[in-house]
């Protein structure tokens, strides 16, 4: 095994973070998944986080417009007491408090998350536990709660659901779009908040691990840089593609995907085909 990460393992874990990022069917359990097939070393928490930078730097271009007027009314209602009622206004303090809680489970369970958490059968329950709940959920919402109907209350379960993201396999869409459509919302405004709220999120958690970067003898800066402007390229595609099956489609597919992997997962796990960690 190589003492670095080869160009071709940054190039194909790159593309799948950019495939499987925005889709709800978790990046962290491909990138494990495709590592221990292969017979790659894990490429670790901090490349993970890092590559991530591409694909939320896809988002903010995607949503730029949508981006750029939150940001300016929210700071311009610091000052304008009457433009604290603008729904982008609104939306910005949402994004913010929805934030907290990954940021304080992530601090608070950091090792976990770098450590234990990154097994296989770990990844295996999840990827069937949460398949099922975001079907449950497509299947009893009522689709019906748009942007302007979310609220403080809201945003603090949206972001309990982005949360359980921290556990590899849970997936961040998955979760925190499961999270909107148990209160009710459209699948594509769950979509788009879930997106948003990911931003501060990932770019904070990316900031967080590039000191382990430097420190990683496996892991190279190179190598990073690569995985990452590949998962952009790929990531823009995907969910400028995703945001339009959301309009009419449901998320059946992507519910049959992650049981079916799931499954497949514990049998090579139980016949010992791959290593759980």
Known sequence: ??????????????????????????????????????????????????????????VVIYFRKDIIDIVSKWFQSLTNK????????????????????????GVLFKDAIEGSLRNLWIVSATLIVVGILLWVADVKAKHVKTDEDLNFGDSTVFGLGQALALIPGVSRSGATISAGLFMGYKREVA???????????VFASALFQMPNISQDEFVNWPATIVATLVAFVVGYFVIAQLMKYLATNTFLPFVIYRIALGFLLIGLLATNTISAT
């Open 1 to 58: 095994m190589s003492d670095h990460m080869s160009w071709l393992q940054a190039i194909i874990l790159g593309i799948s973070q950019g495939l499987t990022e925005f889709l709800p069917i978790s990046s962290s359990a491909h990138e494990m998944i495709i590592n221990h097939l292969v017979g790659w070393k894990d490429a670790g928490a901090a490349f993970t986080a890092i590559t991530q930078i591409g694909t939320e730097t896809a």
């Open 82 to 105: 009457e433009l604290r009622s603008h729904p982008h206004a609104k939306m910005g303090w949402y994004v913010i408090f929805g934030t907290l809680p990954i940021g304080f489970f």
């Open 191 to 201: 979509a788009r908040y879930a997106f948003l709220l990911a931003i501060p999120a």
